[in-house]
Every structure is written in structure tokens, then in C-alpha cells.
């Protein structure tokens, strides 16, 4: 290992840091911190990190995976919600990696921005939820790489995929059961919205589980790993919102049949009928046995003609 480069954190550093910043995780926030170096690099290589690509981080906490990151070569943009962790991370990589110094921010609240010794951004904390980012300073992140906050872990990745159109590539942590849900296929126990909904952006596949013990604090329950390739979206006429819609309503009485389902949205069980017909689907399946394409193909026999206009 080179002088420069970071080193990460182990159990001892990382209840050092928290113990000297009166860090107490909080469950609320999806809190448990990442004790182990071993799992760090396991999240890095299969996010296939390229040394000089943008990786936005959501959540970076004590510092664990963006030291990982660092150390693969990528500038980070992390955004993490808790102020004291935000505000704590600069002083940590610095520690840990005595090459990169801290740029003065250009006012308060401003992203905190740590370079190299040639003057590049290597690391850039934004203290925000990631729920409402709609803009990330620097260049356009190539990939989102977290251990995400469990309980807002879908509607973040979702976020993100939508609002970063760049993002070619994701490797998250989550619940173990929510990895089975995000690369669930049609006709699987576990598929469902969010298997739909990630399948409109993006491949996803479980690619590791990872045991509760690496954690602190430990949770009740395992994690996976989940990698996410960019795809092409359906082609469709309907709107990404209209096809979003078929599905939750598709999903939103899992045991009824479409053409009940869809009875509403249609405007008619009949009307449903009919648009599931054109669309080449049995009206007498259910949601969990139809793809993104043919929620797409779907959405486009129910948009009204008069409606197409306005997208
Ligand atoms: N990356 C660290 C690690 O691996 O040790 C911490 C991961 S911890 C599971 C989740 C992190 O996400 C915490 O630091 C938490 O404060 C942060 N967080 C929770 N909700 C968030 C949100 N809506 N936006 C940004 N960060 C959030």
C-alpha cells in the first residue's frame, strides 16, 4: 500500500470516532455503521469502481465505504442527512488519508470539498436528504455506490435512477429481503413494485449476502448486495408516470386478477379488459406475472388519446 493511500476503518477506529464525536446511531435514520474493512472491499469490487469515475454515495456515516471508494481511485460526492456525521467525515478521510486537505466552503451550508495535492476534488459532502437532491455539484456521477438506510432504501435508489440520468451503474447494500424484491423477476414470491419499478431503469441482480455481525450496531436482520446495470426503457408511447401507475395499481390488490385490478385506473373493468387484450396480456393474470414491458405495452392502451398530446 502506497504512503497516499486511505486506510480504512476497523471496529476499534470506527467506535474511536463515534465515541469522540458523541455519535449515538440512531435507528430512525437506518444507522448501522460498517465495522469491517473485508466487507468494504467486497462492496467496491463488485461495483467495478474505476479510478477517476464520479461515485455518489448516499449516507456515508462514520466514512467506512467512502474510504473504500477513495481508495479505488473515485471521486465521491456523499450526501448524508445527520448534520454531526456530515459535518465529521472531512476530518476523518483527512486522518485517514493525509493526502487530501480541506478546502475552505464557500459559505455555510455549502458542500465541504476536499483535494488532492495536484487540486482535484476527491471528496465532496453535501449535508441533505437524498430524497429531495434534485442537483450534485461536480461532474455527473457515473455510479451510486451506498449502504443504503433501510427504511428509505427503495424510494432512494428509485430517486436517484430517475434524477441521475448518468448513473450507467449502482452497487447498494440492503435488507437482505429487499435485495430478493429489487432483482425479482415476473412470476417470482418476491416480485412486486419496487422489482418492476428498478426493472424500468435498470438490471438488478443479488450478487452477495453479507451477515449482521459486521455492523454497529448489529441489525436483526442480513443484507445483500445488489448490482445495478443502466438499461434501455421500455419503448413505449405512454410516460415513465403512466407506466408507474399501471404497476401500483396492478400491485395495489396482489391477489385480483388485471382486469379487476386495473378496473378503476381503466375506468371500467370492461375498458381494462379491453386495453389488456391490446396489449397482448390475459386479462385473467395478476400483476406479479407481467414484466416492465408489458406494464409499458399496458399503460399505452389505457393513456386516452386525448391525454397523449400533453406528455
Ligand atoms: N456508509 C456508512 C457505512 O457503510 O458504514 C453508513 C451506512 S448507514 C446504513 C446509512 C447512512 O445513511 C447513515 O449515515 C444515515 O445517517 C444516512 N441517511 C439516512 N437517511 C438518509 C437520507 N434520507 N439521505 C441521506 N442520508 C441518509
Sequence with gaps: ???????????????????????????ALGQNFVLDAGTVRKIVRQAS????????EVGPGLGSLTLGLLAAGADVVAVEIDPVLAALLPSTVVAQAPSLHVEPPDGEGAPVVLRDGAGRARLTVVTADALTVTALPGPAPTSLVANLP????VPVLLTFLERFDSLQRGLVMVQAEV??????????????????????????????????????????????????DRREPPTTTASRQEVFAVVD????????MLRSALAELAGSSAAAQQALVAAGLDPGDRGERIGIEGFAALAEQLVPVAGAGAR
Design 1 to 27: 500500500m502506497s504512503q497516499d493511500e486511505p486506510v480504512l476503518l476497523g471496529p476499534a477506529r470506527v467506535r474511536e470516532l463515534a465515541a469522540a464525536a458523541g455519535v449515538r446511531p440512531t435507528k
Design 49 to 56: 469502481v474505476a479510478p477517476g469515475e464520479t461515485v455518489v
Design 150 to 153: 433501510y427504511n428509505v432504501a
Design 179 to 228: 435485495a430478493d424484491r429489487l432483482a425479482a423477476g415476473p412470476g417470482s414470491r418476491t416480485y412486486g413494485v419496487p422489482s418492476a419499478k428498478v426493472a424500468w431503469y435498470a438490471t438488478a441482480r443479488r450478487v452477495a449476502t453479507v451477515g449482521r455481525s459486521v455492523f454497529w450496531p448489529v441489525p436483526n436482520v442480513d443484507s445483500a448486495l445488489v448490482r445495478l
Design 249 to 256: 395499481a396492478a400491485f395495489a390488490q396482489r391477489r385480483k
